[in-house]
C-alpha cells in the first residue's frame, strides 16, 4: 500500500474508530460523562493503537476494511481485534490504582 492511500485509509479508518468507541461507550450506560469522555480518548488514542500495531497502519486497516466492505465489518474487526486488549489494558490499569490505594 502506497503512503498516500494508507493514510487516505488511516483518515477513514481514525473516523470508523471514533464512531465504534462512541456506540460501545453509550452501551455501558454505568458510565457518566466524563468517564466515557476519558474511555472514549484511551479507545481512541495513539498510545492504545500502538499495542496493536503502528498506529496509522492500525487505522488504515480499519479503513480499508470499511471501505471494501463496509461499516459492520469494520466493526466487527474492531469488536475481535481491539476489544480484547482494550478490555484487558483498563482492568490492569483499575487494577494498579486499586494497589495504589490500599
Known amino acids: 500500500m502506497e503512503e498516500s492511500e494508507k493514510r ?3 483518515w477513514l ?9 462512541r456506540e460501545w461507550l453509550l452501551k455501558k450506560t454505568a ?6 469522555t476519558e474511555e472514549f480518548v484511551a479507545m481512541t488514542s495513539n498510545q492504545f493503537l500502538k499495542s496493536i500495531g503502528e498506529p496509522t497502519v ?3 486497516k480499519i479503513g480499508k476494511i470499511y471501505h471494501e466492505d463496509g461499516l459492520e465489518s469494520a466493526f ?3 469488536e475481535k481485534e481491539l476489544i480484547p486488549v ?6 490492569n490499569k483499575l487494577r494498579g490504582k486499586q494497589g495504589k490505594r490500599g
Do not use: M, P, T
Request: hydrophobic share 55%; proline share 0%; glycine share 4%.
Open 31 to 36: 458510565l457518566n460523562f466524563a468517564v466515557r
Open 8 to 10: 487516505d485509509y488511516a
Open 13 to 21: 479508518g481514525d473516523a470508523v474508530l471514533s464512531l465504534f468507541a
Open 58 to 60: 492500525v487505522e488504515a
Open 76 to 78: 466487527h474487526w474492531i
Open 86 to 91: 482494550y478490555e484487558k489494558q483498563r482492568a
